[in-house]
């Protein structure tokens, strides 16, 4: 019997020449308007226009104006770089990007490590863990400026603190009339205010590592701080990296600790970058000025950002 091979049984079998298959362009051509297609668009359309209303279009003005004679009540007249030439020699600036570097280098490494300790103490099997998982989140979902109002009666020279420090045969200190101790009580609040979001995200990288690593580093004979650092470590720096990032950029953007307990004193020894160019725009009514420290922030940032960017492949593992 003879064979027939296979594409001239199909060509037999058909009344004509195969038509080609259906390319997914085209059949995206000949989708009629309102179809499934348009249906995602919907959905995205909304949040699209409040990233534009709210970020990307205010970021735009505040670029332009960085480079104008700008006031609240109107009237804009550019100058150019002027703004920027004026940056340079402005000490209360120069000041406040010194006082926000060493709150970044203070805060950024302690809620790190104080977010990593209580993910892992809360790793060991001790009673309520949930239950302290959630009152260490309650400061983070709490409001700010309340907080903030809290802790500043809590360490006036009268305050709760002082007298606490009373009974035991200690002096009051000077918590918001000394610079050192006034920047020490903001970052110590920042700290006590955020480093449960951090906590509870380190905890879910820790509790994605598998028993059998752990079991298997035991049998080795690896102790505890050996596998901290040869096991802990590299599978949760994915998670280390997510928050130190998140972390850098709150802590650049620090404003309403600043604002509410000390007001930027005492001697602008608390005077973030916020909160100055939240006094240069509101209160001085340097808009234009105002945006200029504003483009430096965000340059600020975006180098940070991207050198942590870039640093990851050093010590971030994905696998």
């Known amino acids: 019997?003879?064979?027939?091979?296979?594409?001239?049984?199909?060509?037999?079998?058909?009344?004509?020449?195969?038509?080609?298959?259906?390319?997914?362009?085209?059949?995206?051509?000949?989708?009629?308007?309102?179809?499934?297609?348009?249906?995602?668009w919907a959905?995205?359309?909304?949040?699209?226009?409040?990233?534009?209303?709210?970020?990307?279009?205010?970021?735009?003005?505040?670029?332009?104006?960085?480079?104008?004679?700008?006031?609240?009540?109107?009237?804009?007249?550019?100058?150019?770089?002027?703004?920027?030439?004026?940056?340079?020699?402005?000490?209360?600036?120069?000041?406040?990007?010194?006082?926000?570097?060493?709150?970044?280098?203070v805060y950024v490494p302690a809620n790190i490590a104080i977010s990593m300790a209580m993910a892992m103490w809360l790793k060991?099997?001790?009673?309520?863990?949930?239950?302290?998982?959630?009152?260490?989140?309650?400061?983070a979902l709490s409001p700010l400026v309340a907080n903030a109002a809290v802790f500043r009666l809590?360490?006036?020279?009268?305050?709760?603190?002082?007298?606490?420090?009373?009974?035991?045969?200690?002096?009051?200190i000077p918590w918001l009339s000394d610079g050192d101790w006034a920047l020490a009580v903001v970052i110590g609040v920042s700290l006590w205010q955020s480093f449960g979001y951090n906590m509870i995200v380190l905890g879910a990288g820790i509790d994605s590592i598998?028993?059998?690593?752990?079991?298997?580093?035991?049998?080795?004979?690896?102790?505890?701080?050996?596998?901290?650092?040869?096991i802990t470590l590299p599978l949760v720096s994915p998670a280390l990296f997510f928050t130190t990032v998140l972390t850098v950029i709150g802590a650049w953007q620090t404003f309403a600790q600043a604002y509410v307990i000390t007001g930027g004193g005492p001697g602008n020894s608390t005077m973030t970058i916020m909160l100055y160019l939240y006094q240069t725009a509101f209160t001085n009514?340097?808009?234009?000025?105002?945006?200029?420290?504003?483009?430096?922030?965000?340059?600020?940032i975006a180098i940070f950002t991207l050198f942590q960017l870039w640093g990851q492949r050093r010590w971030v593992h994905y696998d």
């Open 124 to 139: 060991t099997r001790i009673a309520g863990r949930n239950w302290l998982r959630v009152i260490f989140l309650i400061p």
């Open 154 to 172: 809590l360490f006036q020279k009268d305050g709760a603190v002082n007298q606490a420090l009373a009974t035991i045969g200690l002096g009051p």
């Open 43 to 105: 959905f995205v359309l909304p949040g699209l226009i409040g990233l534009a209303v709210f970020i990307v279009i205010p970021q735009v003005a505040s670029l332009v104006l960085g480079f104008a004679d700008s006031t609240l009540l109107g009237g804009t007249q550019f100058t150019g770089t002027q703004n920027y030439v004026r940056l340079l020699h402005d000490t209360q600036f120069l000041n406040s990007v010194r006082v926000t570097a060493i709150f970044v280098l």
């Open 210 to 230: 598998s028993p059998d690593v752990i079991a298997a580093s035991r049998i080795d004979g690896a102790g505890r701080f050996r596998r901290l650092v040869s």
């Open 1 to 40: 019997m003879r064979s027939v091979r296979p594409d001239r049984a199909v060509e037999a079998v058909s009344d004509g020449p195969v038509a080609p298959p259906d390319r997914p362009r085209d059949r995206l051509r000949r989708r009629p308007l309102g179809g499934p297609g348009w249906v995602g």
């Open 285 to 300: 009514n340097e808009l234009g000025y105002a945006s200029a420290i504003a483009t430096v922030l965000f340059v600020i």
